[in-house]
């Protein structure tokens, strides 16, 4: 992203209140929107103006500011919302994925707090399944629907028009374009035996490493020096240009085209047999890949659709992962087992 876009999101925070009677001039926009606390029974609504903010020019949600009348609250420290928990719903609901910043703000003494939402890059966010709001145990209103592209209009969040559409689809298709050209010049520029591949995005976050992407014949022209040595050619003098890894970089020399993946190889345990070997029945194997973070995570789990059956395939490796969670011998491992089935179905209520 771009450090204009950084701005215009910043200035966004900027709040017009008046010191005496602590009423907000600012009106709820296309770009803002305004929340008196966070209620976690409100983040599919609130996921939902997220996703209708990144499929714009993103946004910030407030809270701590009643809207009617608009009026600086404040929002106690331990009322501050979990990151890590709309991470996860976002992760859960939509894709591409939401990029949000938190940030705490001081107005006039009292604390609000901001989820500054960025615009996607690759448009549009889309809603992958369906929410509905619990009231007594029983689904309600459809909050969130599966396939459905959400919008900001005005101080609304509703589902795109197809005019709004055909212009995301004609500008990324239209920069998509434009990327290819601009890369290809700049290829050609550069020389295809002398040119390398990085990811951009992974450079823009501080506590990220890096790939660098090079063809054999590109890595072999090259002298890397890794904390203080020559990777290789280390012997051949003072002659040759050396490049300096001025942050943690992993040096991939002679990266070859991916080739498709195998599953049947790398994911050889079908569901029952991964039951069999920890031990563990089909009822609560669901919850416990879900608290090892195993479940959706394609490192260790895949799915796919025979018909209409759904198939789930896992790596070898989970077999550890659960049974070093889980011993055989572990002591009330059942009990355990248990409560985090009922923690598993207490999330999926939410």
Known sequence: MSNKKILKLNE??????DALTKRVSNRESERREFKLKFDNNNL???????????????????????????????????????????TNFLKQYFEPEILFESKTIDLLGKNIHCLIVKPSINKPVICRKSKSLV???????????????????????????????????DNEKENFFKSMIDNITLLNKVGMDRAAIIDAQELSENDRSASVFLTNDTARNLNWIDSGKFVEDEDEGDGEKAYYVVRKVEI????????????????????????NVVK????????????????????????????????????????NNILDAYPLDMEKRLEAIKKVAEEYKAALRK
């Open 252 to 275: 991939k020399h002679g990266v070859e085209i991916a080739k498709p993946t195998d599953f049947a190889i790398t994911h050889q345990l079908t569901k029952s047999a991964l039951c």
């Open 12 to 17: 966004l925070l900027i709040l017009n209140v």
């Open 280 to 319: 563990i029945s089909t009822n609560h194997i669901e919850a416990v890949i879900w608290k090892l973070g195993i479940k959706d995570n394609p490192r260790y789990h895949i799915s796919s659709s025979h018909g209409k059956n759904k198939i789930h395939k896992f790596k070898k490796e989970c077999e």
């Open 44 to 86: 599919p609504k609130l996921a939902r103006t997220m996703a209708s903010f990144a499929n714009r020019e993103g946004g910030v949600l407030f809270f701590g500011i009643r809207d009617q009348p608009r009026e600086l609250i404040g929002i106690k420290e331990n009322d501050i919302p979990d990151d890590v928990e709309f």
């Open 135 to 169: 009231i007594q145990g029983k689904p309600q209103k459809e909050i969130l629907r599966e396939g459905a592209i959400y919008y900001r209009y005005s101080a609304s969040s509703d589902e795109i028009k197809c005019a709004d559409l055909k212009i995301i689809l």
